[in-house]
C-alpha cells in the first residue's frame, strides 16, 4: 500500500555493490513520469549514471555526496528554466524515492539547485544549456537502513489556523 511505503522511506548512504537491474530503474522512471507539474510542462530530464568513473566525478564535486561513488546508480534529475521548474524537479525526485522504496531499493536525495557544482554536473552529463539541477539522488540495494524518528503529526499540523 501506497502510505506503508512512504512510512518507510528513508535516506540510505551504504550500499551493497550490486548493480540494479535495468528493469528496475525503468520501473521507477515509468512511476516518475506520474509526478505533479505545473501547467502539465514536464520540464524534466533524468540522467542516470552507473559508470564507476562518472560516478566518482560527481561524488567527488559534491559537499554532502561523496558517498554517491559507492553507490550502483545516480540519478541526476534536471529541469529546463520555467516558472515553477524547482517545485517539479523536486516533485519529479520525490517520486523516484518513493518508486524505489517500494522496489526495496535504498537511496538519497543530494541536493542539486543553487549549489555551487551545479553547472559542472550539468557539463560533464552533457545536460544542455538551459536546464538546472534539481538534485542527484543515489540509489542501489541498501547496506544499512537507518530509521530516523519522525515528529508526530500532531506536533506539526494545524487545523484551520496556525
Excluded at 11 to 35: D, G, H, N, T
Excluded at 109 to 116: C, F, N, R, S
Aim: glycine share 4%; aromatic share 10%.
Amino acid at each position: 500500500m501506497a502510505l506503508e511505503i512512504l512510512k518507510q522511506r528513508s535516506s540510505v548512504r551504504k550500499f551493497e555493490s550490486l548493480p540494479v537491474e535495468r528493469e528496475k530503474l525503468e520501473q521507477i522512471m515509468e512511476s516518475a513520469r506520474f509526478a505533479p507539474t505545473a501547467r502539465n510542462e514536464q520540464p524534466w530530464e533524468l540522467v542516470v549514471v552507473t559508470a564507476a568513473e562518472q560516478l566518482q566525478k560527481i561524488a567527488d564535486l559534491t559537499d554532502y555526496g561523496k558517498f554517491i561513488a559507492e553507490a550502483p546508480v545516480c540519478i541526476g534529475v534536471f529541469c529546463r528554466d520555467v516558472k515553477y521548474y524547482l517545485e517539479d524537479g523536486c516533485a519529479m525526485s520525490t517520486y523516484i524515492l518513493v518508486a524505489a522504496t517500494a522496489l526495496r531499493l535504498g537511496c538519497c536525495w543530494v541536493a542539486g539547485d543553487k549549489k555551487l557544482y551545479s553547472e559542472e554536473i550539468r557539463e560533464i552529463l552533457n545536460v544542455p544549456e538551459g536546464y538546472k539541477l534539481i538534485s542527484l539522488i543515489a540509489l542501489g540495494y541498501p547496506a544499512e537502513r537507518l530509521n530516523r524518528e519522525k515528529r508526530p503529526a500532531e506536533q506539526f499540523v494545524h487545523w484551520e489556523r496556525f
